[in-house]
């Protein structure tokens, strides 16, 4: 009841000024799966939420690059492949497909050591090899599925199956987002095998779910465009119209909140039109960001507008930008011939964000994340044609950077040939979504939703830790 | 099944040389030291985590919550040494070699009299099973008590209102007075039909002033095609209805639709809901088809209702050597989904472990597990995406026995795989083109041949011909790239010699059938994990919905050898709508319920164990079920009677004091507003724009996508004007516009009732969305051809037709002003029009 009279209060603080915009907020209510006792009525909003305890992070740049990406090819290069290099491997590597083969291949391109920490980066990757001093590896991944659908499914939502919510949804459920004027949650791009499921809410309230945008100016988010063939004036007459008309059909329900909301949900409408148009024009960015980013290079120019597009995001106070890596990393056959576009394709876009995020002091509150769904393997696939890698879900490795972690560390490793993670420092996808959630002062084990009589959480029942070692 | 998924148990006889190869160890002096040393700081009589105690011989046998730990003989298949063998346990630590061996060879070699491990079994389910919680209300039958006062014979819906308002009594309150006509007309047409009504059925109903008018609109209404379509809809939520697959690529189910077609008949035919489970859940037992026959035409429709079984997420694939858990997962996948929408009890909960909370043991999940594997055998598995055969497949083909070896015949030649092997060869060409394109790539020739040779080795490759081409048009792709072309002329080519596709059409029915008479055996899967199959366990039901007196008895289907099938679904199903089962007709009249009124008696409608909701009106549900069920099942009898009750007419004005004791309406005080479903919504524009097209049933209408990227109709191959129930619904692509108004995606594999957000993206697609655009200039131009082209009029109409009421004065100052204020007063009209919709009266029924 408590609940409710400081709802109608803020309705009515609604009216005028500021309230309008966190009026918008009040987005959706969901009584009925409430489980327990009675009906205990449960309302959902965006509006910033105090986290469990004191967050080192505030917002996440997800970079999930679907397909399996060859980490030994690209920035964990094994000394081991020079030396079985088209021998047979010592120990027996467990393929997938049915034309995998026990003949190691060696990395094709040259690595480069970098200045202060002495990691090696594939020249495939030149801008990255300039900022990785930066980043955290966790050199030790693995992943119990081993096929595209379910490892990512388990990626993101801890499960291999369909049917879950993702990281993004349990982090904007859990904190609700800085600027009501936009999602909590944004995906941008494609490449998920999974589709749109990789930004799922499931079963979660929608208010959590999602949204894909696009890095285009004029249609960033769907709907968000006013038609052609209506000008500035007509919209704010249609809003106006709606706006009385809703005024006049709401005066025999004083006290309903669902109409109110919409009411104001129209103006939340209108700004959240601006204010996504302005954030997806990136032409306003200085010269130096643009050059950094270089948006119109051949082959990198679509990710590295994604990129931007998400420090812009995040600066404009959304939680949780989810970036897609495209797609074709699926390389089982002619490696050679893909990774280096591939690689090409998301350098300068990724490094730039390293960059930039940096130089504006977003890291302060920006955690950084890089990984596919799993690696590949140090064997040979395709044997008769041009030669590829199989995926491999035993060891690969991701990278972090920003709010909370170190900078420039080193955790875990794999065997001599990058096949296998070294039992002991041995971590799974729920380890990184319990680390995550822990930057950003939520407790994983806490951040729970009832569902189907259960109290269901990211991590669920699969075992998990924070990897301290990697937190600054 | 063990050999199968390679599990060996040759590890056992590796025991050679081990102290204990000769005689097996003594508890007490051998394996309670061991057992002391490690495990039982936690696993003791006090402390028993887990709820096990291994400091005693008894203790050992009982097990813990995740059943027993022994299965004597049986190390693979006992949990204890599972644990320890993983070295998953003991906590932080492991055993020694030595130890492990030594509990290895207890188990394989130990004295566990069989009395013993029974009595024990039995101890731990009857500490789960409690005469408390045989006690749960929703496990009793429910009993049919009227109120005093209320003649017995007295009709349903008068019964409903002395139970509701007897609650309302206990505040001192009464029920609201009736709505007014209008309010009540358009409640019914939404509510029965999902469309609002025309204004000639509103003038006629205000003018029928007889006592009956407004039950006679119900009848009317009830024996409408829309009904079946409503209503359909709505079981379709409950049963998670898709048209794809989902799984990586999200394919299409082909014949998915049938399942849907057959839905809304069984609505408006008015099939008693009894048979409606019935034929859903064992339609193909019940009529006893011969999967080696093609079904009779009586035989059809019943095979055609078990499509939901199907309906669930499916990701198997045939394609790798890791498919196992995916089987396992679309078997659990169906039946968590159908108990839980017949039965109403979470029962996923025991799939790893005793259920927390309600007394559903893990056992039982297994004996479950045993009715739905004849269909889905992990040891004979129909993969989903089998368009084109091995037959027999899950799409059952019912066609005469001429046509379906030809079209079998022709759709597995060599020459056919041949042509559609190049069709997914040259479409992966177009897609992985268009990707490269996309990034920013250029194509050279040597590239695209090398980038065809990848397609052609990629043993992943998995087409989805949905993709959108927004990016560059085939025609275009063709123009830059000649190869592209001559290759389609080529597959055209090949299969002009071929007559087309084949000369046989098929007809193809998506079902569940048993695959064989002997399924492979069902373990219980130690933790849920495939790869720990515990002890075997035979069909049954939750023990605590056992009747301990008259246990349901799973017929051996060797009796019977006039059956095609094991008959296990069928004796689940027939005790699901049996006359004394506890849960089945309070579930589903709870459902209707809710449908009606925005929420259940029971408000956690896919929940009735311990941790959902307790009925508000515990009598009036019981009264409900057993009337159903005494009527036949009659869903029409039983709607008509809830829509005639006085609860249900009650206006929804709100009463500030009642706003404040009880918001959310628990007692009934008012009918409350709601915000009309996705579809109703989306349908009501087209039909007050008189584009709505009311063509029923068939293949669903494509959809593509927009400028903007968001999925909508597709114009030019298909209908955009269909009812929303008849767009595909994908998993990965839901239609935008719907799925703002919480059209579910079907991720989560159902959902029994909607959210009704309020979410700023309703708004956009209310400002901005091509449908409200075309359906607003379809509805302006309709207005000005009826009212030939005067703006009072036009306006006039457009209340009639939207809101089914006169424009109020300051609705009409608002009108005048905007059409007024346009240069050009047709798109001032259509300005007002797009208003109208996005207001609050269009989009709720009060």
Redesign the interface.
Known sequence: MKKMLSRRQMLQEAATGFGAVALGAILAQDRAQAAGEGARERFYDLRPKQPHFPAKAKNVIFIYIGGGPSTIDMWDPKPGLLKYDGKPAPFEIKGRALNGSQQIMASPWPFTRSAQTGRNVSNLLPHFQKVVDRVTFVRSMTTDRIDHSTAQFTFVTGRGFTGFPSLGSWVGYALGTENQNLPAFIALGEGATIGARAHSSAWLPPLFNGTSMRADAGAPIYNIQRPENINVNQQAKLLDMIKQLDREQKAPYPLDQDLESRIANYELAARMQLEALKVADLSSESDATKALYQLDEKGSGGFSKQCLLARRLVESGVRFVQIYGGGGWDTHNNIEGQLPGLCHYIDRGMSALITDLEQRGLFEDTLLVCSGEFGRLPTIEAKNSKPGRDHNPYGFSLWMTGAGVKTGFDYGDTDELGYACLPEYKLGHSDIHATVQHLLGIDYKRNTYPYEGRDESLVGINPARVVKEILS | MLKRFGIHTLSLSLLAGSAFAQRAPLFKDEILPILNKSCNQCHNENQKMAGLDLSTFSGVMAGGTNGPVIAPGKPERSLLWQMIESDKMPMGGKLSNADKQAIKAYIEQGRFPKEQMDAAEAAREAARITPEARQWWSFQRPVKKALAGVPGDAALRAHIDAFVEAKLKEKHWRLSPEAGKVMLLRRAYFDLTGLPPTPAEVTAFLNDKAADAYEKVIDRLLASPRYGEHWGRHWLDVAGYSDSR?????SDREVSWKYRDYVIQAFNKNKPINRFLLEQMAGDQLVNWDPKKRPTAEQVEAITATGFLRTT?D?TDNQ???EV??YF?ALQ?SLETSM?SVLGL?V??AR?HD????PILQKDYYRLTAIYQAVFDPENWLAANLKYGPWPSRTVLDMDPQEREAWIKDVTSTGYKAVRRMEDLLEATYQ?YR??L?????LPEA?RL?LR??IE????LDVDYKVAKDFLSDTEMEKRYPELLMWKNEIAEKRKMRKGESSVKPNMIEAAWDVSKTPSPTYVLLRGNYLAPGAEVKAGIPTVLENPAKPLVFDDPKKHPEWNHTGRRLTLAQWLVSPEHPLTARVFVNRVW?FHFG??IV?????F?T????P?HPELLDYLAVSFQEQGWDLKWLTKEIMLSRTYRQS???I?ER??AD??N?LLWRKA?L?LEAETIRDSMLKVSGLLHDQMYGPPEAIKRG????WMEEDKKSNPNRRSMYLQQG???PV?FLH?F?MP?M???K?S?R????????????????LV?RTTKAFAQQLLERTGGDMDKAVNLAFEEAYSRSP?P??LA?AKQ?IA??PDAK?GLR??L???M????F??SY
């Open positions: 989902g799984d990586a690529g999200d997420a990701i790798t050597i890791y858990d995916k997962d996948k839980n979470t996923g909960c790893c259920h927390k909370f309600d992985r990707a490269e996309k990034a920013g790539r250029d590239r090398q040779k990848d080795n990629d043993p992943d809710q929420e259940g408000r956690s409608v896919d929940d164990g941790q959902g909701s307790k508000t929804s004005a709100e500030a706003m404040n918001p959310s628990k507003p915000r400028a903007d990227g968001q998993r990965t692509r935008t703002a919480d995606e991720t989560a594999d959902q009732q959210f009704r957000s309020a979410l700023p993206i309703q708004s956009l697609a209310m400002m901005n969305s091509p655009m109020r300051a609705e608002i905007a204020g346009e798109e300005l007002f797009q208003a109208m996005g207001a609050n009266d989009l709720y």
